[in-house]
C-alpha cells in the first residue's frame, strides 16, 4: 500500500512541511473511521483538487454525549487503510485519545447561533466537541481544502461559520450525500441495524423525497411538508423522530414560509438500533 499511516502530530506536521517545500497542496478528509462510499467521494474529490491528500481517523469522545455510542462505535481501521489507499490519500492520521487531549486539555471551541437548533438542541455540546477537534486538526493538518459530507448539513454550515469568523486559512467544500441503492443514505452506523430494521428505515428517504416533491410542486408551507413527512415516518413502528425541521440553510433557524434556500433534516433512532439523520437542500 502506498498510503501511510502516523500516530502522532509531530509526524503529520513533517509530513506537511515536506510537501510545502515542494510547493504542493494539501487536501484534507477528516473522518472518525469505518468508511464508506461516502467518505470515499470526499477522499477522491480531495484527490482530484489537490496534490496531497490528508485523511484523519479519529473516534473523538467530546463530541459524544454520555449515553452516546462511543464505546460501541464501529472501527476497522485494516478497511479504512484500504479503501483510503484505493482512492489516492497519501497519509492517515490515526492518532490515540490521549495524543489529541492531553492530561489538563481545557480550550474549546464553540460555534452559536447555528447550533441552537437540530442536532444541536438534541445532543447538548456535539458542537462544541466537532469544532474544538476539527480545529485542532486544521492546525496540525494545515490544509488548502477541507472536504465534508452535506449528510451531516448542519455540521457543514457550522464548520463553514467557524473558518470565516475565525480567519482560518482554507476552503471548505461541501459534497453531496452518497446513498444506498435502495435510497437509504451512506452512514457508518448503518451497520448497526438488524435486517429488518435496515428495510423499516428506507421510510427515512423515502419520506425525505416526498417532502421535496411537495415543494417542488409548489407547496410553501412548512409545517405542512413537516407533517406530512413525520406522518410518513410514523407509518414505521420501529421509527422513533427525534425531529423533522426545514430552516434558513444558511442561519439554521426555523422557517414558516418556503423560500430562499431551505434545509429541510431529519433525525431518527431507529429501533434504538442507531441514530440516522437525512436531509435536502434546495433553493426555492
Sequence with gaps: MNVKVVTTVA???????????????????????????????LIKKSVAENDVTVVSIFVNPMQFG??????????????????CNNAGANLIFHPETSE??????????DVNGLTNSLCGLSRPGHFRGVCTVVTKLFNIVTPDKAYFGEKDAQQLAVIKRMVTDLNMNLEIIGCPIIREDD??????????????????SLIISKSIFMGKKMIEEGERDAAKVIQAIKDSINT?????????????????????????????AVAVRANGEARLIDNFMMSV
Excluded at 443514505?185 to 430494521?197: D, F, H, M
Design 11 to 41: 509526524e503529520v506536521k513533517a509530513a506537511v512541511k515536506a510537501w510545502r517545500i515542494e510547493g504542493k497542496t494539501v487536501g484534507f478528509v477528516p473522518t472518525m473511521g469505518y468508511l464508506h462510499e461516502g467518505h470515499e467521494s
Design 183 to 200: 435510497g437509504l443514505a451512506k452512514s457508518s452506523r448503518n451497520t448497526y441495524l438488524s435486517p429488518n430494521t435496515r428495510q423499516e
Design 236 to 264: 414505521s413502528k420501529l421509527m422513533d423522530i427525534d425531529y423533522v425541521e426545514i430552516v434558513d440553510a444558511n442561519t439554521m433557524e426555523s422557517i414558516t414560509e418556503i423560500k430562499g434556500e431551505i434545509l429541510c
Design 100 to 109: 489529541m487531549y492531553q492530561d489538563g486539555f481545557s480550550s474549546y471551541v
Design 66 to 83: 454520555p449515553k452516546e455510542d462511543l464505546a460501541s462505535y464501529p472501527r476497522d481501521l485494516e478497511a479504512d487503510t484500504k479503501l
